[in-house]
Every structure is written in C-alpha cells, then in structure tokens.
C-alpha cells in the first residue's frame, strides 16, 4: 500500500480518535489528538476504547461470515460489550483461524472512507503465514505511531538516519528520510542498507555515513556491537539506536551501555498484523501499549488476566481494521503486565517483552522458563560472534557459535559447563562451530533460542 495516496475522511464507521482529510493534515491532526490521549486515565481510555469496540463489533457482525457466528455464540449483544473483561465473551483468534478461515476471514463492503486496502502477509517465522487486508485508516496509525517513537524519544528529524532492514534490496542514500516524517518535518539524508551485508561491510557504510539515529534488528546489533568492542564504533554522531523486528534481549540493551558512548536504544514492538504495538516509554521504564487503537490483554495459561509482575499470553483487538478484523488475537508473543507507569501516561504498560512460547527452554518435568545462558561469560571461554541454541528435545541441545577461529575441545566443554549451569539443568549438549552468520528466518528475522518440544 502506497501511504502517499492515502484519502480518508472522519465517518461513522468509527469514533475515537477522531481523523481529518489529506494525509499530512490526518498525521498531524492524529498525532496531535495523540497527544492529549496518552495522558487520559485508565478508565477513560477503557471507556473509549469500548466505544470504538462495540461500533467495529455491529460492523463485522453484519459484515463478516466468520465473525457473525462468534458473535452469535456468545449470546451477547453489542451493546453489552462495555469493559476489557466482557471481551471474554469471546473465543481467542489464532494464526491457524485466519489460515483457515482463508477469504471469509476478510470484511465484505468495506467503506471506501477507510481508504486505500492493501495486503500484507506475516513472514511466517512461526511456520504458520497469514494474510492480513489493511485500510487507509490503519496506515495512517502506523504511520502516527512511527512519529510517536521519535518526538517520545527527542530524537531528531533534521540529522542523517541509517536503517538496516530485511526489506532494504539494495544500498542506497535518500535525500529526506521519506513517509511520514518528510510530510511534516525538513529531515536530515537516509541511508539504507540490505540486512544481508557482512558485518564488517556494515560498519564501513556507516562510519562514512555517520547517522545520528540506527534502525536495526536486535540480532544484527548484536554483531555490530561485538565488532564495536573490539575496535569502537568510529560514529561520532550516533545517539540513539532503534531497534525493531525481534524481541531486545535485556543483555544487549546493556552491553550497549558498557560501550560508553552515550548511545540510547529505543525499542518498539510491532506485527504486520497489528501494526505498532507498543512503544518504549521515554521516561518510566517499560513499553506502552497503543491503546488508541488496540486492546492487549496479557493472559495466563487458563486464559484468565495477569495482574501485574505476571508474564502471560498477549491477545490483540484491533480497534479499527474493518478489513481484517483482528479480534482477540493470540499472536504468540509473551510479556510481564506492568503497574501504571509513573510517567502519568494512562497508557497500558508492559514491563518486559519475551518472545514466543518456541523461545521457552523445557526442562524434562515439564517446566518452561525464559532461556538464561550465559551469554555474558562467553567472552572468558572465547570470542563468540554470533550464537544460536536450538533444544531439539526435552533432554538435548545444540548449541551453533560462529567464532573467528575453531574452538577446542576443552573450550566446548567450558561452554557446556557454563550453558547447563545457566539453565539450570545438565542437558546433553552439542557445540558445533563455524565462521559463517547463522541463517536467519522468513522476513530477515533471528532467534537466538528456539524450541523444538510441543
């Protein structure tokens, strides 16, 4: 979808927040309403956000084959729907529904005051692709939220911005940053750079681009960092890193830190399906969630609320998708709910981002828990450029390193010792090492433990 040719005027197809005509009035004008939002108390923004829950309800229960019999077997009118819980009336949508529900998944007769449809689809790094329609109204939400992330952070439009992407093809340099800063903002050059550039390649394109901002995927930054230790940065101007794409691990975010060069990370979460998701908060800590268009639920395994400090399931209702109505979406991901913020945004708060249920370790009585592995001693055994464990049983894991020289046998099993010690349990292990970067998924993306065990 061409964001440029987005056309979308306020109609009674929704109702909060409200949107203008002509795309740079529409950003500026959300993006101002946006503002205001953020400070709202909880319970206004629930008020809000059900208001705008029940009017895409009544649409996708007259417009939606798939949705009407849901609706139906609640044995719950729209009206009724007036608080977060009362969307347990509900089933939980899962990938493999909207696989399933194949075209009848998408909304007939879709206002064409929602703009310009498009489709996307997820990168299927979960082996379950979807396809997603997505409106006018939804891009515009992306492309708010995008803004959002910079004026939180103070970071700067009129400097020059590097992005590392998977949907980068080719290298290139931009004279303005593009959609949706260059709509409202003089901005400072762009360069971009394929993801699948060496490393080392990386770091020459950037030191003679010298950004002030980094666009980058957590996995990749994880390579640049490591060759930033050995023989530093050589960006004299680079203040802030974005990262997007993967969860940021809490390790990386500090070994940032220990370079010593003042650099601040910025971390958003984000799907094709959903689009912005949450945003670092600037100010208290965590992630905030964009509850001007979403509803996230954080759920236990019995499918019942965490209360903060709990790490549960997170289920997605987007507000204003008449498209694709994202109703109640187990997208796989996991998170720790939070306590308000003590920045007074009424914006949801989520502590920590995990990652996905095939991230869990599994130990052989059955337990899950979040993988800590040592990484922070890896450098006391050897220099490790990469690394990637896979547990392809209960019992076993393979552990891949990518080193600068081959490791030695009394070298793996230092790192066996460590690893198990880590997990906290004497898994039979494999080290297999090699020089080459690990592959990365579908979509650019990289995983740095993945499960095998259902």
């Avoid at 909304?107 to 449809?117: T, Y």
């Avoid at 794409?245 to 971390?267: K, S």
Wanted: with cysteine.
């Amino acid at each position: 979808m061409n964001g440029e040719n987005l056309k979308i005027s306020n109609s009674g197809s929704h109702v909060w927040p409200a949107v203008r005509l002509g795309l740079a009035a529409e950003i500026s004008a959300l993006f101002a309403e946006l503002n205001e939002t953020q400070w709202l108390g909880r319970e206004q923004i629930e008020r809000q956000q059900m208001r705008q829950f029940r009017k895409l309800l009544q649409f996708v229960s007259d417009h939606s084959r798939f949705y009407a019999g849901h609706i139906e077997a609640s044995g719950t009118s729209v009206g009724e729907f007036r608080s977060i819980e009362s969307l347990q009336r509900l089933p939980l949508l899962s990938r493999r529904d909207i696989q399933t529900a194949g075209n009848e998944f998408f909304c007939a007769d879709v206002p064409s005051d929602q703009g310009e449809i498009g489709e996307t689809q997820t990168s299927g790094s979960t082996g379950e692709p979807v396809r997603v329609k997505k409106t006018g109204i939804t891009q515009l939400f992306w492309h708010t939220y995008t803004l959002r992330s910079h004026a939180w952070h103070r970071i700067p439009f009129d400097a020059p911005y590097s992005i590392i992407r998977p949907t980068v093809v080719a290298y290139a340099e931009h004279a303005n940053w593009g959609a949706p800063f260059s709509f409202l903002y003089r901005t400072g050059a762009t360069q971009t750079i394929p993801i699948g550039t060496p490393l080392a390649g990386q770091i020459e394109l950037l030191r003679k681009f010298q950004p002030e901002t980094l666009l980058v995927y957590p996995s990749n930054l994880r390579g640049l960092v490591e060759k930033w230790r050995d023989e530093g940065t050589g960006l004299q101007k680079l203040a802030w890193i974005k990262s997007i794409g993967e969860t940021l691990p809490e390790d990386l975010r500090q070994a940032v830190a220990e370079l010593d060069t003042g650099i601040t990370i910025v971390d958003g979460y984000s799907s094709q399906e959903c689009g912005a998701i949450a945003i670092q908060c600037p100010d208290g800590g965590g992630y905030h969630v964009m509850s001007e268009s979403l509803i996230v639920e954080i759920l236990d395994e019995e499918g019942q609320p965490c209360v903060p400090g709990q790490i549960g399931r997170i289920v997605i209702t987007d507000l204003h998708n008449l498209a694709s109505p994202i109703i109640r979406y187990d997208i796989g991901d996991y998170a720790q709910l939070g306590e308000p913020c003590s920045c007074g945004r009424g914006l949801e708060k989520l502590d920590r981002i995990l990652g996905r249920r095939r991230n869990l370790v599994v130990k052989p009585n059955g337990d899950r828990h979040w993988p800590l592995v040592g990484f922070h001693d890896f450098g006391s055994i050897a220099p490790i450029r990469q690394y990637q464990m896979i547990q392809e049983t209960v019992d076993r894991i393979t552990v891949r390193f990518v080193t600068d020289l081959p490791l030695t046998p009394d070298q793996k099993t230092a790192f066996i010792r460590l690893v198990q010690k880590a997990l906290g349990h004497e898994f039979e292990m494999e080290i297999v090492d090699q020089r080459d970067s690990l592959p990365r998924r579908t979509g650019g993306k990289f995983e740095e433990f993945i499960s095998k065990v259902s």
